[in-house]
């Protein structure tokens, strides 16, 4: 099965929880677009691992993020808070 500009499904991978999620052949950016960067904490859902938000000091990141999101390889996020996930 192919996704947006022939990313492909290729397997399933095992969260902590038990529960499988898909897997491309093609890594997917997930981006948070906020006045307050260290507010957000992102959890590893199969590994456990836990990120802090901080501000990104790269010189060309609009510019790179511009090509991502014209190239469609960029995901999106949900709320999950009061949802069965």
């Known amino acids: 099965m192919f996704?947006?500009?022939?990313?492909?499904?290729?397997?399933k991978r095992t969260l902590r929880d038990g529960s499988k999620v898909d897997s491309y052949?093609?890594?997917i950016d997930l981006i948070i677009h906020?006045?307050?960067p260290a507010k957000w904490?992102?959890?590893?859902?199969?590994?456990?691992?836990?990120?802090?938000?901080?501000?990104?000091p790269h010189g060309t990141f609009a510019e790179v993020l511009r090509n991502k999101v014209m190239n469609g390889v960029?995901?999106?996020?949900?709320?999950?808070?009061g949802r069965d996930i």
């Open 3 to 11: 996704h947006k500009k022939g990313i492909k499904k290729i397997n």
């Open 25 to 27: 052949d093609k890594p």
């Open 34 to 36: 906020t006045k307050a």
């Open 41 to 56: 904490k992102l959890i590893d859902l199969e590994t456990g691992q836990e990120y802090i938000g901080s501000e990104i």
């Open 74 to 81: 960029i995901g999106s996020w949900f709320k999950t808070k």
